[in-house]
């Protein structure tokens, strides 16, 4: 199917991998709250997790279309150059218990997506800014001086706009790994999920902003995932809610308390048709691309549903057995292996 479909057609439907603050009736308690328990303490971690946060990253600010963002470095500078893209309403710590097991053979870079993270807000947000977005902080940080064009990761809304940029700029990029990309649910899935979503409330959109809450703690125990999946490695979730979270005025002016760091109206902001219909046809991609996806993703049970897809016929796929849609979280050490293979042996010089 995927050669019959446009990839302006295909990127209309919704990624939906954010964080959100309710309690779908109908879902487990360790997905509705997969925190909760912990009282506002971080869940014991192994020795490999204590190990790759200690080695801290560099942090750092690239400016790009008039906005600061957040970005992330590990290793020397003059090594091939890796960025990782995070999913939506996430942000470039999601990735810094991956990116050092790289940081010895690569010049790493993790961004933060405007919008995001500790990234600047903007009015509007488009597929081509965040390419651009992707190439500026490439050149600002050095991922073109280990003698070739860098490698880009990207899971799931980042793998979306790693896959733009690969298609519409082939000659910025080495190769596309994308990581559990999905480009929206069958119609009739989309119309279920959005009424679903209409019935949750706490969910930040243009009219009701994300809520502040008094307390680190209970901040902490209405972090979920999206699409809906329990958190395989809790430490894990944890260490990413921590740092979804920004002090804020509470609103009756009592003191600070805490909420979100994405924009909320950033979906709605969001302009998913501009500068996709002229992409090249998904048959004619010349970036080699990878897609790594989980085995129990919600993302691929729509692929496999009939949702449409822009891959490249006959691209190189690889599953990662016991995980959901959040593979870094689920199996963290299986998509490192996953990665590191990739890279020793491919893509093709």
Do not use: C
Not at 28 to 53: H, M, N
Not at 73 to 89: A, I, Q, R
Not at 177 to 184: C, K, L, P, R, S
């Amino acid at each position: 199917m995927a050669e019959d479909v446009k990839p302006a057609e295909a990127v209309k439907g919704a990624y939906d991998d954010r964080p959100i603050h309710a309690d779908p009736g109908e879902l487990p308690p360790e997905v509705q709250a997969p925190l909760a328990g912990y009282g506002g303490e971080p869940p014991p971690s192994p020795r490999w997790f204590k190990d790759a946060i200690a080695r801290e990253p560099e942090r750092v600010f690239v400016e790009s279309l008039g906005s600061k963002l957040e970005v992330l470095t590990w290793g020397e500078v003059g090594k091939p150059g890796l960025l990782f893209v995070h999913g939506n309403s996430a942000h470039a710590d999601w990735w810094s218990f991956i990116a050092p097991f790289f940081s010895d053979d690569y010049r790493v870079a993790s961004m933060s997506l405007a919008g995001m993270g500790a990234s600047d807000w903007r009015e509007r947000y488009s597929f081509n800014d965040f390419a651009e977005d992707a190439e500026a902080v490439a050149r600002a940080v050095g991922l073109y001086e280990g003698g070739q064009k860098p490698i880009y990761v990207g899971h799931s809304f980042g793998g979306g706009q790693v896959f733009f940029a690969a298609v519409r700029n082939p000659e910025r990029m080495h190769a596309a790994i994308m990581v559990d990309t999905g480009f929206g649910p069958p119609p009739e899935e989309l119309a279920k999920r959005q009424a679903q979503m209409e019935a949750v409330r706490n969910i930040p959109t243009v009219d009701r902003p994300s809520r502040v809450y008094p307390t680190l703690e209970a901040a902490l125990a209405r972090f979920r995932l999206m699409p809906p999946q329990p958190a395989g490695n809790p430490f894990i979730a944890d260490f990413i809610a921590r740092r979804s979270l920004k002090r804020v005025p509470l609103p009756d002016g009592s003191g600070e308390g805490w909420t979100w760091r994405f924009d909320p109206n950033m979906w709605a902001k969001l302009d998913r048709e501009r500068g996709m219909g002229d992409m090249t046809a998904p048959s004619a991609v010349a970036t080699p691309m990878v897609h790594i996806y989980g085995a129990q993703s919600r993302i691929v049970e729509h692929r496999r549903a009939g949702a449409p897809s822009p891959f490249p016929p006959g691209m190189l796929e690889i599953e990662i057995p016991d995980s959901h849609h959040h593979i870094m979280i689920d199996q963290p050490l299986a998509l490192v292996a996953a990665l590191r293979a990739l890279l020793a042996a491919w893509p093709p010089a």
